[in-house]
């Protein structure tokens, strides 16, 4: 199988390269297109050092396409390589065409069919949460939810992660602090605000969550709010979260769900100070979910704290599956191949 990673220098394209690799994904050729200034570059993979090409202006020799480079050259390049490609696109462009399928696969993988050479891959918020939340909206039937997240730096890829150490030196030292990727510096700060104000009051990242949410459970009665704020940490998005059910619900009876579903890992024990960390989970498949307890205001309520990884399970990761599975499926033709 033949495998394109556009945007292959950036943060989310470096850990394709690392998932491709550490989950032994079947491919026989690899090309990494970047922007024409990263071209010539050399990447590592599997032992052996591949060439960074220019994106040339047609469709790509490939079967897949892992597409991770924004949305405006998604939304302009995307079409052209679906002619011959099934492109997975880590960006916003299409994740809310009503034909394209937004797959987090342990959720909605048979809505994978169908899909006309374009599948999206959702906002890294909405993937994490929904890997705690989905499992218990199918047992218990989600009503109303509130999420307050705690956003990485990654989510501003390479450059705000950088940002963020080269701030924090800067402050530490007694230097001005600079603010490139965010709205205003974020060193030893938190920011209440990710991408643009829309005219409700909300950011698109906190509509992104919403309006994701309902597609990826197929169900559009779940009522969400999303308040979205940046923090200082490197590359694990937090968020809290608080739901109402339909159906009865207890902290035991939830911990029980989660911990069967496939990609949580419950870390759920405070009298041992256990609980989801960025740090812990930094690096991690699984998204890990705790301080489950019954929520003091709503009969049918839980709170609950999830930490993931917004370069894996909210990125790199979750593509990859998406590619797996498009294998399991046997959705890769010979017809789709060049």
Sequence with gaps: MKIAIVGATGAVGQELLKVLE?????????????????????????????????????????????????????????????????????????????????????????????????????????????????????????????????????????????????????????????????????????????????????????????WESQKIMGDDTVKLSCTAVRVPTLRVHSEAVTAEFERPITPEAAREVLRQAPGVDLVDDPANLQYPLPLRASGKYNVEVGRIRKNLVFENGLDFFVAGDQLLKGAALNAVQIAETLVEMGEIHPAVAS
Aim: aromatic share 8%.
């Design 22 to 210: 550490q989950r032994h994904f079947p491919l026989s050729e690899l090309r990494l297109y970047a922007s024409a200034r990263s071209a010539g570059k050399t990447l590592s993979f599997r032992g052996e050092e591949y060439q960074v090409e220019s994106l040339p202006e047609g469709p790509l020799p490939v079967d897949i396409v892992l597409a991770s480079a924004g949305g405006s050259l998604s939304k302009q390049y995307a079409p052209i390589w679906a002619k011959k490609s099934i492109v997975i696109d880590n960006s916003s462009a299409f994740r809310y065409e009503p034909w394209v399928p937004l797959i987090v696969p342990e959720i909605n993988a048979q809505a994978i069919r169908g899909h006309k050479n374009l599948i999206a891959n959702p906002n890294c918020t909405t993937a994490i949460l929904l890997m705690a939340l989905y499992p218990l909206h199918r047992a218990f039937k989600a009503k109303r939810v509130i999420v307050s997240t705690y956003q990485s730096s990654s989510g501003a890829g390479a450059s705000g992660m950088q940002e963020l150490l080269e701030g924090t030196r800067d402050f530490l030292a007694g230097k001005p602090l600079q603010s490139r990727s965010f709205a205003h510096p974020l060193p030893f700060n938190v920011i209440p605000h990710i991408d643009t104000f829309q005219d409700n009051g909300y950011t698109k990242e906190e509509m992104k969550v919403l």
